[in-house]
Structure formats: structure tokens, C-alpha cells
């Protein structure tokens, strides 16, 4: 699958030597961040996790974990780097994923996002996510989280890339 890219930033296949800027971006994000070894974890042991970094001017500024396991695909971790938020970055890695995921024999996708995240859950909604739930305390501070899925479309009806 060819990465999406505008005239600077590109998406692309993670690797190992990503992994650093990755947790960086990740403690900055998140109250209660993944581990570097639980995002290396995901990176190369995981057979049902794909992984996407978001390059521009030779760094990261952003990375999405997807795991795909059968028919149904979890969103499980999406950041952009503070300072490279309100340009559509995180918006085209979501289409990424969701047209990977497609591609990839998925027909519905989930994930959890934190009550609070009004950004995320507005940027699911306008993408077809619809909130299925809420799961009290389920982050390991005591947050709740939204329960949120979407049914892809099927083969032959897949969506566009942002331009």
C-alpha cells in the first residue's frame, strides 16, 4: 500500500530505530504512557499489530497502532506530536489505518477513547465511529472510557484517501 504523504509528511511502515521517538511522543501524550518495551512489544512481537509512523523533515511526529485479528480491527493507539497538531496529520493517519484495516479483510473496527478527549471523539465521529459504551475506570488512573465502533464498508466500497 503506497503511503499517504503530503509535501512533508508521509506515513509509513514503524520500525525499530522509530521506537524512541515514538515513546517520546507517547509520554508527552498520554497521563499514562505504554512503556518502551510494551511499544516494542506491539512493534515486533505481535503478529497481529501494524504499526505506522508519521515522518516529516527526517523525524517523527507521529505513530498509530493497529492490530487485525480476523475480521475485526482494534484502533489501539493514535498520537501526533504537540506541536504538529491542527494540521490534519492525525486526521490522515486515521484514514490510513481505517483504509489499511479495509484493505486487510476488516469489516469492523473499534477502540476506546478517554471521556474527556472531545478532539478524538469528534475527529471518530465525523470519520463513522458511533459510541457503543462507556467502561468505567478502564484507564489505570481511574478515567472512563468511551467504547467506540464502525463498520467498514465492504469490498468494493472502499474509502477515499485524503488528499
Not at 55 to 73: K, N, S
Not at 77 to 101: P, T
Not at 152 to 163: H, Q, T, V
Request: glycine share 8%; proline share 6%; hydrophobic share 40%.
Amino acid at each position: 500500500m503506497k503511503p499517504l504523504s503530503d509535501t512533508r509528511a508521509v506515513i509509513r511502515p514503524m520500525d525499530e530505530a522509530d521506537l524512541p521517538e515514538v515513546t517520546a511522543i507517547e509520554k508527552a501524550t498520554f497521563p499514562n504512557p505504554w512503556p518502551f518495551r510494551s511499544l516494542r512489544y506491539e512493534l515486533v512481537e505481535n503478529k497481529y499489530c501494524h504499526s505506522f509512523a508519521v515522518e516529516e523533515d527526517g523525524g517523527v511526529v507521529g505513530y498509530g497502532f493497529l492490530w487485525i485479528i480476523f475480521e475485526q480491527a482494534h484502533l489501539v493507539n493514535i498520537a501526533i506530536r504537540e506541536s504538529h497538531r491542527g494540521r490534519g496529520i492525525g486526521e490522515r493517519l486515521l484514514v490510513h489505518l481505517l483504509r489499511y484495516a479495509e484493505l486487510n479483510g476488516a469489516e469492523l473496527i473499534h477502540l476506546e477513547v478517554r471521556v474527556n478527549n472531545e478532539a478524538a471523539i469528534k475527529l471518530y465521529e465525523k470519520h463513522g465511529f458511533r459510541a457503543l459504551g462507556r467502561s468505567a475506570n478502564f484507564y489505570s488512573d481511574g478515567a472512563d472510557a468511551l467504547l467506540m465502533v464502525m463498520e467498514l464498508p465492504p469490498p468494493g466500497r472502499r474509502r477515499p484517501a485524503l488528499k
